[in-house]
């Protein structure tokens, strides 16, 4: 059984700080679930483009506020409290948060541990592990 808190997680390597957003990575390739885990804070006013073209990924918003935009269409979605998305076509889209946004992610494949984007807003599949 694995058992951690976010609290310590925070303190070590499996805290990730980038360009608008941070995220805690709870749970990661060497953990054997098969998924990745994470708490991630999106900064207030961040304008975030990515496009995980080899990753699935599910974000459920815990707090704060932001939108969506689904590239394919220019469709936006509302964020808040309670909303989840998930990138089930490897759908290429921006985030926008008005406040903190707080959201639980889940990443198939999981990251490794060190990823932060590439220019194309994409995660490789061979990123670094962290080892604690
Ligand atoms: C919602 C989202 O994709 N934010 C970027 C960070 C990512 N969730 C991560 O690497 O934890």
Redesign the pocket.
């Known amino acids: 059984m694995i058992v951690r808190t976010l609290q310590e997680a925070e303190k070590n390597d499996r805290h ?1 700080i ?1 360009e608008g ?1 941070e ?1 805690t ?1 709870l749970l990661l390739k060497n953990d054997g679930m098969g998924f990745s885990f ?1 708490i ?1 804070t ?1 900064h207030a006013d961040a304008n ?1 483009s ?1 496009h995980y073209q080899h990753h699935l ?1 599910s ?1 459920y918003c815990l707090s704060g506020e932001g939108e969506i935009t689904d590239l394919a269409g220019n469709i936006v979605h509302p964020i808040k409290s309670g909303t989840l998305y998930a990138l089930d076509k490897h759908d290429k889209h921006i ?1 926008c948060a008005f406040s903190e946004m707080k ?1 639980v ?1 889940v ?1 198939n494949p999981p ?1 490794h541990g060190k ?1 932060v ?1 590439n220019t194309e807003g994409s ?1 490789a599949l061979d990123a670094e592990a962290i080892t604690e």
């Open positions: 990730v980038s957003w995220s990575r994470h991630t999106i975030l990515m990924e974000v985030l959201m992610c990443f990251l990823e984007h995660y």
